[in-house]
């Protein structure tokens, strides 16, 4: 969810379409469900229009397929159905929620982390890594 607006706290949450960019930014060097990299997804929704989850279904993670492009949904969207991302990007300083927060609060956010080989096995809750 991103939000759009004027100030953070007026923003109404946008839930932009992860199909996507899972089965349409191959031309940016994605491999859809085989991977890819944040500064791929960024440079493919900065040069398109980022379409809403409404409009375009995730349908990925229930089939595990990257499915193809389905260019007449993207041609047939209207105005309210899509959002313009501004192009760059901004990079947030490690430990800093206040950045992080405004960050979020206008527009897709990236984030990394490290972790422990046990993480590979992490299914839900709080993370406590035990080394």
């Known amino acids: 969810l991103i939000?759009?607006?004027?100030?953070?706290a007026?923003?109404?949450?946008?839930?932009l379409a992860e199909q996507q960019l899972v089965s349409c930014a191959n031309t940016y060097g994605s491999a859809g469900c085989s991977g890819g990299y944040s500064d791929e997804a960024?440079?493919?929704?900065a040069a398109q229009n980022a379409t809403?989850?409404?409009?375009?279904?995730y349908t990925s993670g229930s089939s595990g397929a990257t499915g193809t492009c389905n260019r007449a949904v993207l041609a047939g969207t209207k105005s309210g159905q899509?959002?313009?991302?501004?192009?760059?990007?901004?990079?947030?300083?490690?430990?800093n929620e206040a950045a992080l927060k405004a960050a979020v609060a206008i527009q897709p956010t990236v984030v990394y982390f490290a972790v422990d080989n046990a993480f590979m096995y992490y299914s839900g809750g709080v993370y406590r890594s035990s080394t």
């Open 42 to 45: 960024i440079n493919y929704m």
């Open 82 to 95: 899509v959002v313009q991302l501004g192009g760059g990007s901004t990079r947030v300083a490690a430990n």
């Open 3 to 8: 939000g759009t607006g004027a100030t953070p």
């Open 10 to 15: 007026s923003l109404p949450a946008l839930n």
């Open 52 to 57: 809403l989850e409404s409009i375009y279904p």
